[in-house]
């Protein structure tokens, strides 16, 4: 884009409108509001600035950056922040809005449960972030090297096997790490998680801090923490660095880490400039020495009192549940009649901790469809669907779905209805067909091979539901490059996009998890053409079922086994 192109007169932004009180959602205060009007106001005179030449790319790369604008292989590319994955149907119905305005009909969820548009031109972004900031949303800090969104279960309060509700302490982490003028220039970016649920639904171990919620010896409810995971060139496993954190000390204890990332942390090589890279040179116990060091310099300076734990608590009350809810059995009729129907009850539903209510999994993995991508139309549905049947709340997943969390029982076919309709009622969570997969080739300028067109090859294999469903819960992750940015490394079934020589190759590896533990993945062996792929997960998929016991996932089998069974099948003929 040229930088001395004629100039439209600034638009204006969009006078800031408070959006919908709704339970269960942190609403911004004055000076939340405050800060992201400001920014668009900045960020608008920087890019034009820009644009007529008075800065040059280097000084306006730290700026857009900031503001969530990358640069990638056709165009610019903005990621928008859903602090910890939960939106209303007011902010779906703008996101919406900026597919059909500014970009190409459509956007894309990320594991970071973010959304990002691949299409908007330079010169509208500050209009775009207007419109954001006119229903509380922004791109503030999810690009650069600083703390970036925090997330969490996407079935945080909800989820039968919960201890506690995490969504608190993430709006808490939120407030914090926003804008902290010391954490703005880490080493380099810097990502926490947290779970309250027996299952890791937010893989926290692959996290520079991972949060869990847990309760001690003595009943009390506190974090345990682990520090030093990520993925990427070097994916590692975080250890824990404090198996119990009482909840006054949250914010201290966070601080002290950052704090001592920012001082020992190498900026001489990016690729060794992660926490976990810190943690492995030093060692945990030294680590753990600095940050506990680092921590009593500051632990009564930064107290986490329980009126304010109570204070943002109450964003997070639970919705007005109705008592009937369970008598109503209309969807066991409609699923003994509707075969498609029972398949999405089954599959894309999940247990509610209130009798008479389900969770549904909005599936973003329809067939030819890249994983994660809705469009504009698709996104007006869902938010009119959450008003209908989910108090006007909706979440993205870690694995690029939706989930639509408060649904009564009763009310289940007629959201299947639309959602079938639309084609957001793919009847394949948790199956290899519900891969994560990066962007690729596509849009990606760091990617070495392509993934989406991988992806639709897989999932055509597995076309046969019977089949799919006989196979169990897989998680595929797929990346086209070393990045990591679809989380291969844990995979049941991981895939990377490598380059020889100009050409797109694919390396895999099995047993990869972070379901509860973690563990990495292991390399298969050589790599395959992007033409065996498909083909190779195929073969991977047969030797489980063949050497697989009663009641055994894939993950049991292939740890029971090992990885030569595998390796014999996918090399025979070479």
Wanted: hydrophobic share 35%.
């Amino acid at each position: 884009m040229s930088q001395t192109q004629n100039i439209a007169p600034a638009a204006q932004p969009q006078p800031s409108r408070p959006c919908v009180q709704r339970p269960g959602m942190y609403i911004y205060d004055q000076y939340d509001q405050r800060i992201v009007d400001e920014r668009v106001s900045q960020f608008r005179g920087q890019t034009q600035r820009y644009l007529t030449g008075e800065l040059g790319a280097d000084e306006f790369m730290a700026l857009r950056l900031m503001n969530g604008l990358y640069i990638q292989r056709h165009a610019p590319m903005l990621r928008i922040a859903i602090p910890y994955g939960l939106f209303s149907s007011d902010q779906m119905r703008m996101l919406a809005h900026i597919a059909r305005q500014y970009d190409k009909g459509y956007g894309h969820f990320t594991t970071r449960q973010n959304i990002q548009f691949n299409w908007p031109k330079l010169e509208t972004v500050p209009d775009i972030l207007a419109d954001l900031a006119s229903v509380q949303m922004h791109a503030i800090q999810t690009s650069g090297n600083c703390i970036r969104n925090t997330t969490t279960d996407p079935l945080a309060g909800v989820a039968a096997d919960e201890l506690e509700d995490p969504r608190p302490y993430c709006e808490i982490i939120r407030q914090w790490s926003t804008l902290h003028p010391e954490f703005a220039y880490l080493p380099r970016k810097f990502k926490i998680a947290i779970t309250g649920a027996s299952r890791d639904r937010a893989a926290t171990l692959v996290h520079d801090i991972g949060l869990r919620l847990v309760r001690n010896e003595t009943g009390e409810v506190g974090f345990q923490v682990s520090v030093g995971g990520g993925l990427g060139r070097t994916p590692m496993i975080g250890q824990t660095i404090r198996p119990f954190l009482e909840k006054q000390h949250l914010l201290s204890y966070l601080e002290a880490i950052v704090r001592v990332y920012n001082l020992k942390g190498r900026r001489d090589n990016k690729y060794k400039a992660r926490i976990k890279i810190l943690v492995a040179s030093l060692g945990m116990d030294t680590f753990r020495v600095l940050v506990e060091r680092e921590w009593g310099n500051n632990r009564d300076k930064l107290i986490l009192d329980q009126a304010e734990i109570d204070r943002v608590k109450t964003f997070f009350t639970p919705l007005p549940y109705d008592a009937d809810a369970a008598s109503d059995k209309r969807h066991e009729g409609y699923a003994n009649n509707n075969d498609d129907f029972a398949r999405w009850l089954k599959y894309n539903t999940f247990d509610h901790k209130v009798e008479g209510y389900r969770g549904v999994f909005v599936s973003l993995k329809a067939p030819g469809i890249a994983p994660g991508d809705i469009t504009d139309k698709q996104m007006d549905l869902v938010a009119e669907l959450a008003d209908r049947y989910s108090a006007g709340l909706i979440r993205s997943t870690y694995e690029q779905n939706l989930v639509l969390s408060d649904v009564k029982q009763g009310e289940l076919y007629p959201l299947w209805q639309s959602l079938h309709q639309d084609g957001l009622a793919t009847p394949t969570i948790g199956s290899i067909n519900d891969m994560i997969c990066c962007p690729g080739l596509d849009f990606c300028e760091l990617a070495n091979a392509s993934s989406i067109d991988v992806a639709d090859m897989i999932q055509r294999r597995f076309e046969d539901l019977d089949y799919l469903y006989d196979l169990g819960e897989i998680r595929l992750k797929m990346s086209g490059c070393m990045n990591g940015c679809a989380h291969h490394a844990i995979g049941h079934i991981g895939i990377l996009g490598v380059d020889k020589k100009g050409e797109e190759w694919y390396q895999l590896t099995l047993g990869g998890f972070a379901e509860t533990t973690a563990e990495l993945g292991q390399r298969l062996g050589r790599a395959v053409s992007k033409d065996e792929v498909a083909d190779a997960v195929e073969k991977i998929a047969h030797v489980y079922v063949e050497q697989r016991i009663e009641g055994e996932q894939f993950i049991d089998t292939f740890q029971r086994i090992g990885i030569v069974p595998f390796q014999e099948r996918v090399y025979a003929d070479n």
